[in-house]
């Protein structure tokens, strides 16, 4: 087994800010970044300096608005958490904006640039020139405002909750009974959780409405037609064009759909229907209880810890740091935001994971899922510059998908008899070929929406439904249930919260599906070059980071398509 460092915890000693810096306002911060800009540079080792200050600097902020962040997440209904963090969208990111500008034309225009040999810094400045490029002081309180309002959507979500069997359950605890062998259960459950959401649809549509309308006018702020082109540029996609994105929709049209229909079929015919309905797509098929890996979160954190030693002993080290110093909220509550997701603490360098649990299969794959980012954190956490740890999502998505994948040879610690871990594999495999048309429907949804920034409410829907019918069966009946289906992308929160963050999830789960066909060839060495690839963190390009982890940056049809055989195979092994 390949070498792994123990990580030792600690904060580095800061050499540009105080050791006892509090954030308290603005004017706090301000003269840090006074004497950035104002430094003048003679050598190149001062201009390393500098950079390695600013970084200091970059480092904690990231984690001081971490904290903020996470805590708002965690209970949305506390007034004096949801203020400070605020306080933080409003009194300090607009006024620190225009610093953060004048600092990148500092670095761009300082003649010792060309002396930074490192091909990271190379990643690093042209990273920094596309900020330049992109940079309108009128935007600065448009993005405060963007901000600001989109976190309503958590709060909206937040306090969805339904009664079933004389009990309150979060939407999120509640999608346990969809999987109910009982069919009626089911019905009611779906039924109750979807007028539920039917409830605040016009709220969202109205928030959704406010939100378009501040990202356009950002656009056209940048000298851009529409906030599509704008965000293409803004998420740095360095390597890859808006065509290929539209190649990659067409490609799960023809590659993925026909395979998701065939699933779709055997659902039907294992459960011996006549006519599918929408409550009966998560069911469990088998006869048997539906999958349940953990009882309470302590359990899921143990065996998530052995699951991962089982691969490599540092890397359960990795989650039980994570435990010790209390960085881990995984259960579902009232009030509690929705969704999951692993925050890097950029200072001490240990992740934050927050997730929605309650005992359901998806929780265990969402937590790998979080546990692939937490281990990209703690393996970036001593690069040189704050910028170098921090990846676009087509390699970020690549830890975390390909973590799902590859720890599946560990599942046993989650399911100790056989027929369990075969249902679990094979719910996984499905689970991934059935999320590409959904990843698809999202994006070009996305696509249409800000290309179209004056559409109506009805066009709206009347795109939605068009594109999801596009990318998805026509074998499930919806009668009866078209207002809960042309509603179904306001559960995707990324539509809200961070646009146009979702294609990454399909390209990286392609290139998740080659790191564990490697895996499955030769484990230890798959293993080895997914971790020398995290390692690099974004110090080189995405495909060369993928060439690292010995796959290709490719999302090309015949790509797609000889993965997809790849995964009918491995499905039709566990169907046999």
């Known amino acids: 087994m390949f070498e792994l460092e123990r990580p030792h915890i600690s904060k580095i000693s800061r050499q540009f800010l105080p050791e006892d810096f509090n954030l308290s306002n603005w004017e706090s911060i301000k003269p840090f970044y006074e004497d950035l800009k104002s430094r003048v540079f003679n050598t190149t080792e001062d201009l390393k300096q500098w950079l390695a200050d600013w ?25 004096v958490i949801r203020a400070k963090y605020l306080y933080y969208i409003n009194e ?26 490192d091909e990271a810094y190379d990643i690093y400045i042209r990273s920094v020139k596309n900020e330049v490029e992109l940079y309108r002081e009128e935007n600065i309180p ?9 976190q309503k959507y958590a709060d909206i979500v937040s306090q969805m909750t339904i009664h079933h069997d004389g009990q309150e359950f979060t939407l999120a605890q509640a999608a346990k009974f969809l999987k109910d062998p009982d069919r009626n259960v089911r019905k009611e ?77 055997h659902r039907k015919s294992a459960l011996k229907l006549d006519v599918l309905k929408p409550y009966d797509l998560d069911a469990e098929t088998s006869g048997k209880p539906a999958l349940r890996p953990y009882e309470n979160s302590k359990e899921l954190v143990e065996k998530t810890i052995k699951c991962f030693e089982k ?99 560990a599942w046993e610690v989650f399911f100790n008899h056989p027929d369990d871990l075969k249902r679990a594999k094979q719910e996984q495999l499905e689970g991934i070929i059935e999320i590409l048309p ?67 999830y399909g390209i990286a789960q392609l290139g998740a599906l080659a790191v564990w066909k490697n895996c499955n060839l030769d484990p230890e060495q798959g293993l080895k070059q997914y971790i020398e690839a995290l390692r690099l963190g974004y110090t080189r390009s995405v495909p060369e980071i993928y060439k690292t982890a010995g796959i290709s940056f490719d999302f090309s049809r015949p790509y797609i398509k000889k993965l997809a055989q790849f995964i009918n195979a491995e499905l039709e092994k566990l169907n046999s």
């Not at 448009?142 to 989109?150: D, N, P, V, Y």
């Not at 690069?383 to 590859?406: D, G, Q, R, W, Y």
């Open 142 to 150: 448009l993005f405060t405002k963007s901000e600001e309002e989109a």
């Open 438 to 504: 959904w990843i698809a429907s999202v994006d070009k949804f996305q696509n249409w929406i800000y290309t179209h920034p004056e559409h109506t409410h009805e066009e709206r829907t009347k795109q939605w439904l068009a594109i999801y019918n596009e990318f998805h069966t026509d074998i499930t009946d919806w009668s009866e249930y078209e207002m809960y289906k042309s509603i179904g992308w306001q559960r995707q929160l990324h539509i809200f919260e961070v646009p146009f963050y979702y294609i990454e």
């Open 189 to 265: 459950v779906y039924e109750k959780m979807n007028a539920r959401r039917a409830v605040d649809a016009d709220a969202l549509d109205t928030l959704f409405d406010g939100l378009v309308k501040i990202r356009h006018q950002i656009a056209l702020n940048a000298g851009f037609e529409n906030y599509r082109d704008y965000k293409f540029k803004a998420l740095g996609r360095f390597d890859y064009t808006q065509e290929d994105v539209y190649h990659f929709h067409e490609s799960v049209k023809e590659e993925i759909v026909p395979i998701v229909n065939n699933i779709i079929l």
């Open 92 to 117: 300090i990111k607009p006024f620190a904006a225009p610093y953060e500008h004048d600092l990148n034309r500092k670095l761009i225009a300082c003649p010792f640039i060309s002396e930074l040999k």
């Open 311 to 409: 691969m490599h002993p540092i890397l359960g080290d990795y989650i039980r740091i994570m435990d010790e110093m209390g960085y881990l909220d995984l259960e579902s509550r009232k009030g509690k935001a929705p969704g999951g997701y692993n925050y890097p603490l950029d200072e001490i360098g240990i992740p934050f994971i927050f997730m929605n649990s309650s005992g359901k299969f998806r929780d265990l794959v969402t937590m790998l899922h979080e546990g692939g980012h937490a281990i990209h954190s703690f393996l970036t956490r001593n690069l040189k510059l704050n910028a170098f740890k921090h990846t676009p999502s087509e390699v970020a998505e690549l830890a975390s998908m390909s973590m799902e994948l590859i720890s599946m040879d």
């Open 55 to 79: 970084s200091e600097m970059e480092s904690y902020l990231s984690e001081d608005s971490a904290w903020r962040y996470i805590n708002f997440t965690r209970n949305t209904e506390d007034e």
